[in-house]
């Protein structure tokens, strides 16, 4: 696929230039599409005002694209200017709203933000080359839209059971419980006059007892985790099994979440349309399933396959 640099404006073969004038223009490229009706660009701001979002025809296939001015999409000022976050989100979401627009009406491969090239001649050219994988692509995707579920382990809520188990293993485990419990009852009950004593004896010493308050709180803070970690891996087997594909992301830290909220999965999933109230009742299953107390879950879409234009099934970190 056309993997322009990030902000540059390309030549056919991929080189960046910084060469432009005031009113010189390069071609901003949102998508390549199928059959498209140009009616359903129209009015759309893209991200130039003043400028149509128009369809360029390559071959077999149409590309969504807009004349943009060079000197502000170059690649050092691109650069400067997404640097700012309130910047960057308004020209994600622009970007997002002619992919969107498109999308709704044909089948639509979403391109990476800031995909420019110097001129619709050299666009059509660069995108000619790649036009089988693109059809490829669209014919994975057409009728299906992704999903993005997020799990987090939330603080202050009590730490979560294990998922119960049923059948033999359940009922070896359940009496192998009862026996240690009856086991420690009986030790407990036997030795009540020395655990006293050592009780005192560490009244009289506050360094044992910081340490072991200490060695508590990192063992309970390692079996939140833990559990937390399992329920993000059930949630992921469980929406596998009802989507297409399904690619884990890159998880975000807690200067994106929040404070003391870290993200455990960040997961997308390609899920045929029409079968979006199996993958909502699924996770609001989950959310009142036990095992899930102390995590929360977050689900986002439908949007167009972002996270599949690349490769469906590959777990990556992106």
């Known amino acids: 696929m056309t993997r ?80 700012n976050r309130a910047e960057l989100e308004h020209c994600a979401r622009v970007h997002h709203a002619v992919v969107a627009a498109a999308a709704g009406r044909a089948p639509t491969l979403p391109l990476p933000l800031a995909t420019l090239y110097l001129s619709d001649e050299r666009a059509r050219a660069a995108l000619r080359e790649d036009e089988n994988r693109f059809r490829s692509v669209m014919g994975r995707i057409a009728g299906r839209v992704e999903w993005g579920v997020k799990v987090y382990a939330a ?12 059948g033999p293993t359940a009922t070896a485990a359940a009496a192998a419980t009862a026996t240690a419990t009856a086991q420690t009852t009986t030790t407990l009950t036997a030795t009540a006059a020395p655990e006293t004593t050592s009780a005192a004896r560490t009244n009289t010493r506050p360094g044992h007892a910081y340490l072991d308050r200490a060695r508590g709180a990192r063992r309970a803070r390692e079996e939140r985790q833990e559990a937390g970690l399992n329920a993000a891996a059930s949630v992921d087997r469980a929406l596998r099994d009802i989507a297409v594909a399904g ?16 993200q455990l999965l960040n997961a997308a999933y390609l899920v045929e349309k029409g079968r979006e109230a199996d993958l909502l009742g699924a996770v609001e299953l989950l959310r009142t399933s036990p095992g899930y107390e102390r995590v929360e879950l977050e689900v986002t879409g439908p949007w167009v396959p972002y996270s599949f234009v690349d490769g469906g099934d590959l777990d990556a970190d992106q």
């Open 4 to 83: 322009p640099l990030p902000g540059a404006v390309v030549t056919p073969d991929g080189h960046p230039t910084t060469t432009t004038t005031a009113t010189a223009t390069a071609t901003y490229v949102f998508a390549v599409c199928h059959g498209c009706d140009p009616a359903v660009l129209t009015g759309l701001a893209g991200q130039a005002a003043g400028a149509p979002v128009r369809l360029l025809r390559f071959g077999s296939l149409e590309a969504v694209v807009q004349d943009v001015p060079a000197e502000m999409f170059g690649e050092e000022a691109l650069r400067e200017r997404l640097a």
């Open 155 to 166: 603080p202050g809520r009590p730490p979560p059971t294990r998922p119960e188990r049923t």
């Open 247 to 262: 690619r884990r992301l890159r998880s975000h830290d807690t200067g994106v979440t929040g404070a003391g909220r870290v």
